[in-house]
C-alpha cells in the first residue's frame, strides 16, 4: 500500500475531475477509509469514459489494493449503491422508510 499522501493526492484528483466531468461531488476522506465506497466512486469515474480519470482510478486500485477483496465481501451481496437505492416495502412509519435508503 502506498503512502497517505500519495493516495490524498490521487484521491484529490479523482474527486477534482468528478465535480467537473459529472458534477458529482465525493467525501474524500470517507474513500481513504471505506474501500467500498472508493470502489463505487472509481466505478462512476470509470463510467464517465474520461481518459485522466481512468488512468487515476488505475492507479488508486494499485495504491489502495482495491482489487484484492477480502473473502466476505465477495459473498457480500449488491454494492454499495444498490443497497441504498433498494426500497424497503416492509417500513410503513416514514422515519423506517428513509433510514438506510436514499431519499
Sequence with gaps: MESDSVIYGL???IHLLLRRVTNRITD????????DYAREVLQLALATGHPE???LC???????????APPELEV???GL????RA??????????????SLR
Design 87 to 100: 426500497a424497503r416495502p416492509k417500513a410503513t412509519h416514514p422515519t423506517e422508510r428513509y433510514v438506510g
Design 81 to 84: 449503491l444498490d443497497r441504498l
Design 76 to 78: 457480500a451481496g449488491p
Design 28 to 35: 474524500v476522506e470517507y474513500m481513504r477509509v471505506n474501500k
Design 53 to 55: 480519470l481512468a488512468e
Design 58 to 68: 488505475a492507479r488508486l486500485r494499485t495504491a489502495m489494493e482495491l482489487d484484492e
Design 11 to 13: 484521491l484529490g484528483r
